[in-house]
C-alpha cells in the first residue's frame, strides 16, 4: 500500500541513534546481558544499511558512554572485545559500500586494542564518500561541552569575541551537521547525556522496540515519520506554512 502521510521535511542529514535494550532483551530471554549486546551487532548492520540506501548522509550510533564506565567490570570488557571483533569483521563490507567511519568521545580511555582498530577502520575507510558513520564512544555531551571549553581558553579567544560558532567550531567533530532526528529504542525516554549541544533542536523518536530488535524497516519508518513533523523553530505554524507556501510557487 501507498503511504500518502504527507511529508513536510526533506530527508535527514544527519540521525543519531541511542541503541538501548539490550541487557533487558537478553534477560527476557533468560541470557546474560552481553548475549544482547552481541545481537545487537546484526541491528547495527541492518541500520547502516538503511541509512545509506536512503541517502542519510551522516549516522551517530552512541555506543558507549562516560557514565558506562561505571558497569560491571566484565560488561566492559565484553562491549570493547565486542567493538574490536566488529571493527575487524565489518571493514571490508563498509569500505566496499562507502561507509566512512569517525568516532567520537574522550577515545584516549578506550583499551589500546579498541583504539588501534578504530584508528585502522577510519584510516581504510577514509576515502569514502558514501554514508559517515560516526561511533561515540566513551562520549557524553558534558564532556564534550567542557573540553570545547577547554580548547577556547587554550586559544586564548578574547570573551567578547566567543559566540555559538566559536563553541560549536571546538566541538568533536564541527563540520559535522546537527542530527535532524534522534532515534532512542528500549521505551527510555532520556538523552542520557548524549549530544547535548548537537541536539537543541532534533525532533526526538521514541520506540519500545529494544535494540536487538530493531531493523531497517523500524529506522525507515522513524524517518517517514520525521518527515511529517512540522519543525517550527520557533516561529507560529502559520509563518512556517506560508514560508513552505512562497517557497513552492513558482517564480514571477
Ligand atoms: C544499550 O543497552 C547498550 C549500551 C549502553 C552499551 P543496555 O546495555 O543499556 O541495555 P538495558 O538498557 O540495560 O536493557
Ligand atoms: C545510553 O544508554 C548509552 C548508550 C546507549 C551507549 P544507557 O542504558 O547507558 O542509559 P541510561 O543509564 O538508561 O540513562
Ligand atoms: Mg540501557
Redesign the pocket.
Known amino acids: 500500500m501507498v503511504d500518502t502521510t504527507a511529508q513536510a521535511n526533506s530527508l535527514p542529514r544527519h540521525v543519531a541513534v541511542?541503541?538501548?535494550?539490550?541487557?533487558?532483551?537478553?534477560?527476557e530471554r533468560g541470557e546474560d546481558?552481553i548475549f544482547?549486546?552481541a545481537h545487537?551487532v546484526e541491528s547495527v548492520r541492518s541500520v547502516v544499511r538503511a541509512a545509506g540506501e536512503l541517502g542519510v548522509e551522516y549516522l551517530t550510533l552512541?555506543?558507549?558512554?562516560t557514565e558506562?564506565w561505571s558497569?560491571p567490570q566484565a560488561?566492559i570488557n565484553a562491549?570493547m572485545e565486542l567493538l574490536v571483533e566488529s571493527l575487524a569483521g565489518e571493514v571490508d563490507e563498509l569500505a566496499r559500500k562507502g561507509v566512512r567511519l569517525r568516532s567520537t568521545g574522550a577515545l584516549d580511555s578506550l583499551p589500546d586494542a579498541c583504539r588501534a582498530a578504530l584508528r585502522d577502520v577510519e584510516e581504510r575507510t577514509a576515502h569514502c564518500t558514501g554514508l559517515t558513520l560516526i561511533l561515540a564512544l566513551s562520549y557524553s555531551g558534558r564532556w564534550e561541552l567542557t573540553e570545547a571549553v577547554r580548547s577556547i581558553v587554550r586559544a586564548g579567544t578574547p570573551e567578547v569575541d566567543i559566540t555559538e560558532e566559536t563553541v560549536r567550531a571546538h566541538m568533536g567533530l564541527p563540520d559535522v551537521p546537527d542530527p535532524e532526528l534522534l532515534i532512542r529504542t528500549?521505551g527510555?525516554q532520556r538523552l542520557s547525556n548524549f549530544l547535548l549541544w548537537q541536539l537543541a533542536y532534533a525532533e526526538l523518536h521514541f520506540t519500545t522496540v529494544?535494540?536487538p530488535d530493531f531493523r531497517e524497516d523500524h529506522f525507515r519508518a522513524a524517518v517517514h515519520e520525521f518527515r511529517g513533523r512540522e519543525r517550527r523553530f520557533g516561529r507560529t505554524g502559520d509563518q512556517l506554512r506560508q514560508a513552505q507556501a512562497g517557497a513552492e510557487s513558482p517564480a514571477p
Open positions: 541511542i541503541m538501548d535494550g539490550n541487557g533487558r532483551w537478553a534477560r546481558r544482547g549486546h545487537g552512541y555506543a558507549f558512554s558506562n558497569r560488561e562491549l528500549s527510555e529494544m535494540w
